[in-house]
């Protein structure tokens, strides 16, 4: 059977839709992978048979945004998203988590090579960002684990690939999003849930990679994957 690849990201609120819009748009374009959108807001989105849309409400009861007044939206969604996205759909040999401002300028054939470590992303390490590292900190206490350090990635394009490590890494990366949550840590910085999850498990293998210039967001040009100098973990 011919590995399949879909790209799953998660659309809150009207505001975002233009952005989602283009993302299905241009991974239609230049891929044919499968596109699952996870959204609160699914009957604004364009009606599309090549997209496979989820209630967010049917995954989690987590709130949307968090703080006080609710002003921050809740980053660490992603995670629960990608496990059930990860655990539901198992036709699926590679997952391509995208926030939903990422799209493709071009066809990117270079992502259909990493196969061989079990999740891809930007490498760097939680001890380069002193906000990263207070809240490593924090959840080092309440999870009762000796963290030295941990590698970071940008989590706007992660890149999964199935295994049976990688089964055992999603459980426990709901369960420090949980304890996250439950101890009323920010919400954003959620590469750090991310990485303690990995410095659980030591098994599975991740590859730092740099970005370059064909996967695109707002705020930054993402790219065409490479290989780099970063240390693999």
Known sequence: MIPKTAVIT???GKDRIEDTERLIDTFTKYS???????????????DRPDVKYIELKSITELPTFMGRQGET???NLKGIVIK???EKFLNYSKLIWADCDVFLTRKNEYLDTLNSADIYGRSGLISHNPDFTKKFNQL???LNFDFVDAPTMNECVIIFNRSLALDKY???WARVIEASYENGLKPYFELVEIAIALEMNPDVTYIGLNHNEEIRTDTSILTKFRNSDLPVF
């Open 170 to 172: 999603m459980r426990d």
């Open 73 to 75: 939206f809740n980053y």
């Open 32 to 46: 044919d992978y499968d596109i699952l959108v996870v959204s609160d807001c699914i009957e604004n989105l364009p």
């Open 10 to 12: 998660l659309c809150v």
């Open 140 to 142: 080092k206490v309440i």
């Open 84 to 86: 059930y996205c990860y």
